[in-house]
């Protein structure tokens, strides 16, 4: 069964631009988070999809959006980038066990604002 | 509430020795932790998991305690590698009732293995 894939993997971008990053899940799980990786703030967690729809929001600003589509297939975007936006953008993708739930990370998206 | 507080912030094991990492959490209304080893320029990679009902779980060199009284759980690394050299995160994740799969991630550690 094939992983969780993301792309683009890299990414320069310059203040003020705007960016969208994509993910698909492993096929069958319905629940995507997505989360920024910086070193000096660990895994922040940024937002989560279920069936389409927001069900936990992070503490971000507004510049700060996510969507997922039919297929469970998301994206997450990012308006108006700030130096403080370049980070690791961690896509998980989610599955429920008998025993609680397994999240499944992604590669990976590395965002450099310039 | 949501914390998750984890240490040491970075480790230094001789090859064969036992890595520990510690981590702390204060919400009880968690019941799932796992432990993620990320690999530079690689995602998090799931480990093992453990659930408060259960006080320690095995796996090949790799053992999770946990200490529901005291809202401890630790990563237990026995004959440590130098391929274990990677950053280590604890995390938590609230019940399956609260509807949603968001963890909270520890702050990480950096493991290195000497050889």
């Known amino acids: 069964k094939a992983g969780v894939t993301q792309t683009p993997r890299y990414l320069i971008k310059t203040r003020g631009q705007q960016v969208t990053l994509s993910c698909s899940p492993i096929s069958g799980h319905r629940s995507v988070s997505w989360y920024q990786q910086t070193p000096g703030q660990g895994l922040q967690f940024l937002f989560e999809y279920f069936s389409e729809t927001q069900r936990n929001k992070g503490n971000f600003p507004g510049r700060f959006s996510g969507r997922q589509f039919s297929n469970s297939r998301s994206e997450m975007n990012v308006s108006t980038l700030e130096l403080g936006d370049s980070a690791l953008y961690l896509c998980?993708?989610?599955?429920?066990?008998?025993?609680?739930?397994?999240?499944?990370f992604g590669p990976g998206t590395r965002l450099t604002v310039l | 509430q949501q914390q998750v507080k984890q240490s040491p912030q970075s480790l230094i094991v001789q090859k064969g020795g036992i890595s520990i990492i510690n981590c702390a959490y204060e919400?009880?209304?968690?019941?799932?932790f796992p432990w993620y080893q990320q690999f530079p320029g690689k995602g998090p990679a799931l480990l093992i998991a453990i659930r408060p009902d259960v006080s320690e779980k095995k796996e090949g060199r790799f053992t999770i305690s946990f200490n529901k009284s005291a809202k401890q759980f630790s990563l237990h690394i026995m004959d440590s590698q130098p391929g274990d050299s990677a950053t280590y995160f604890c995390?938590?994740?609230?019940?399956?009732?609260?509807?949603?799969?968001?963890?909270?991630f520890g702050t990480g550690t950096r493991l290195k293995v000497l050889a």
């Open positions: 995390a938590a994740s609230p019940p399956r009732s609260s509807g949603t799969y968001k963890y909270i």
């Open positions: 919400n009880t209304a968690f019941d799932y």
């Open positions: 998980a993708s989610s599955i429920r066990l008998a025993g609680g739930h397994e999240q499944f």
